[in-house]
């Protein structure tokens, strides 16, 4: 009898025993292709470099509270990402995982106005069906419904605008660019509704996850975005948590939309999955801020800084960086993409493949002429998670795409180092456990 409290406690979950490239090994020696494990493994299970970094860092020093000192990986991590960072972004702020990240832009931010005498601003502009996290700042941020509504009485009070969510919010007739500028206009809508000087942030994920299923944003919405920030003295908080680090073909993913934010939040695969680690990256002007103010960010979590932790990102980003993985990660997703449309282009329940370099959505419906979801009581996301995991796949289906109740997707997010054939076997495997379900 196990005294672990799970996700989910009518689930009965395999043991890990290990882990092997693209594969996890239950405990009685099954394998299991790796490709939905939340975009973490970005590297596998068995990278050597990152095995090595994290021995060598526990045998010198495994912890040192950052109230009395700083530590080598944590200097050498914060170099490496600021060398890569888009724009401005120049300080970065280590914590332990997404949510702590997003949690502390949103602090930040509020911080920032304080600090140069605007305390008006204090309203935090978001998307509806996104996803930031599940501490209750973070998930005050997030416009997922099924995921607030047990404890909206507690929730801090922000707005949300509509996503950038082509398929199926843009109406026939309208072009791709317009729809992505009315959307953005919206943001526009709401800061002169709130009132311009009180609008400290808007926060959006570049390419949404968990809750709609890797939609990236139209060519234009994010420049539209980050002009309607400029225009009016808004925070533009990208949250990077499970795009970022090399999953959608850059290591940063607002490289592909050619803007920079104010602050960025990673996660994820910048520990690989080696240790707990998330960042939140802010240009240098919010830092001066900080600096030439108060001189202290009113914020903090015991193991922000992790010695092992950061060593374990320095790896992993040296891994990323030195051998081209965010580049490899694009051209590998060319190839699942083109290896998804061949077996799922045509089926008559699938009404969408969409998605950046190696993250991939798959939007299941009951009719694919009219896009009409399925009933949700129909479980369908559920089904296929455990028909995947019989066939000795792991990938990430989610229900609630389209309001947070209705709508089925399957995520996919494969380690950056998958070879053609288990492409192959990734797509067969799918293939069979959305037919044993449909």
């Known amino acids: 009898m196990s005294h672990v409290f799970p996700r989910h406690t009518k689930s009965d979950l395999p ?27 970005c590297l596998g299970h068995s990278n050597p470099a990152v095995i090595r970094a994290v021995k060598e860092q526990v045998e010198k020093i495994a912890f040192a509270h950052t109230g009395f000192m700083t530590s080598e990986p944590a200097e050498a991590l914060a170099d490496l990402l600021i060398e890569h960072a888009p724009g401005d972004l120049d300080r970065v702020y280590f914590v332990s995982g997404g949510s702590e990240a997003t949690e502390a ?21 978001a998307r509806r069906q996104s996803y930031h996290g599940n501490t209750l700042g973070a998930l005050s941020a997030g416009g997922n419904e099924w995921r607030r509504a047990q404890f909206a009485p507690m929730l801090i009070e922000m707005t949300h605008i509509a996503p950038c969510f ?51 944003a139209v060519e234009g919405y994010f420049q539209r975005i980050r002009e309607i920030c400029d225009q009016y003295g808004v925070l533009l908080i990208l949250d990077e948590v499970m795009c970022g680090m090399g999953r959608t073909g850059h290591l940063f993913a607002c490289d592909h939309d050619g803007v920079a934010p104010d602050i960025l939040c990673i996660a994820k695969g910048l520990g690989a999955g080696y240790q707990p680690i998330g960042a939140m990256l802010c240009t240098g002007r919010i830092y001066g801020a900080i600096r030439d103010g108060s001189g202290f960010f ?5 193991y922000i800084g992790h010695p092992v932790a950061t060593a374990a990102a320095l790896a992993v980003v040296r891994e990323l960086t030195e051998r081209d993985l965010p580049a490899r990660a694009g051209v590998m997703g060319g190839k699942l993409q083109a290896a998804l449309e061949a077996a799922f282009g045509q089926h008559p329940n699938i009404g969408d493949l969409r998605g950046r370099g190696l993250f991939r959505g798959i939007e299941l419906v009951a009719d ?35 309001d947070g109740r209705l709508g089925d997707h399957i995520l996919l997010a494969p380690p950056f180092i998958i070879e053609d054939a288990q492409i192959d076997e990734l797509v067969s495997k799918l293939s069979k456990s959305i037919s044993a379900v449909l």
Do not use: W
């Open 105 to 125: 832009a949103i602090k930040l931010a509020r911080q920032y106005y304080l600090e140069i005498g605007q305390p008006e601003r204090r309203h935090v502009i």
């Open 368 to 402: 694919r002429e009219d896009k009409t979801p399925f009933d949700p009581v129909l479980g369908v996301a559920g089904k296929v998670k455990k028909a995947a995991m019989a066939e000795g796949l792991i990938c990430y289906p989610m229900s609630g795409t389209r």
């Open 298 to 302: 009113q914020h903090g979590h015991t």
């Open 15 to 41: 043991v890990v025993a290990g882990g092997d490239g693209c594969y996890l090994i239950d405990a009685r020696g099954r394998r299991y292709l790796d490709c939905g494990d939340a975009a973490v493994s």
């Open 166 to 216: 082509e398929y199926a919010e843009k109406p026939d007739g309208e072009s791709s660019y317009d729809y992505g500028q009315r959307v953005a206009n919206e943001l526009e809508a709401e800061i002169l509704r709130l009132g311009s000087d009180t609008v400290m942030a808007f926060m959006a994920e570049p390419v949404v996850g968990a809750t709609l299923g890797a939609v990236p």
